[in-house]
């Protein structure tokens, strides 16, 4: 997919290396999704301290 009909939020340098080495960085895009990646991470580090409870209808961790 690389070079489709889409872009990411972060460009993606490719340098002509053995063994091939990659770097990302964020663009301006990327930048506006840091807030929504801290409430995740915030939101999974309770769901991991929390008591495990074994319902019927939660999802198993892995």
Known sequence: MR????SLPWPR???????????Y???ELGHTLGHVVHERSTWRG??????RTEDA???PRR
């Open 3 to 6: 070079g489709g009909w889409w």
């Open 13 to 23: 340098t490719v340098y002509p290396e053995v063994p091939p080495r990659v770097v």
């Open 25 to 27: 960085a964020l663009t």
């Open 46 to 51: 309770a769901r991991e301290r929390a008591p």
């Open 57 to 59: 209808g939660t999802v």
